[in-house]
């Protein structure tokens, strides 16, 4: 599986972005989708995931509420809304992808995921 992720930019603290992560390959639907980030001088940090189908989703405590994790099966694609922006969610976000067995398994452990994009900036102005 080769990943993609794109959408990310600068925008201004309240604002919204969508990034997207484009999957090659015909096993997606076998895979559980998350997100990560990092900052300069941090660790990599879990976002969000979701999982093959039905859709169960995972987010970390402070993008409750202001992100949205999703996915089309059918065009291989996961996406990740991020409304109410803070200068606080300025990193570097990667898309990953997880085999799984399981439909309904999700993780927030980055060593569980197998493979990984490119990663896509985002800024947050204050």
């Known amino acids: 599986v080769q990943l993609q992720a794109s959408g990310g930019g600068l925008v201004q603290a309240g604002g919204s972005l969508r990034l997207s992560c484009a999957a090659s390959g015909r096993t997606f639907n076998q895979h559980a989708m998350g997100w990560f980030r990092q900052a300069p001088g941090k660790e990599r940090e879990f976002v969000a995931a979701?999982?093959?189908?039905?859709?169960?989703?995972l987010y970390t405590d402070s993008v409750k509420g202001r992100f949205t994790i999703s996915r089309d099966n059918a065009k291989n694609t996961v996406a990740l809304q991020m409304n109410s922006l803070k200068s606080e969610d300025t990193a570097v976000y990667y898309c990953a992808s997880m085999y799984v067995r399981r439909a309904d398994m999700v993780s927030r452990i980055s060593e569980d995921y197998q493979y990984w994009g490119q990663g896509t900036q985002v800024t947050v102005s204050s």
């Open positions: 979701i999982s093959r189908h039905p859709y169960n989703t």
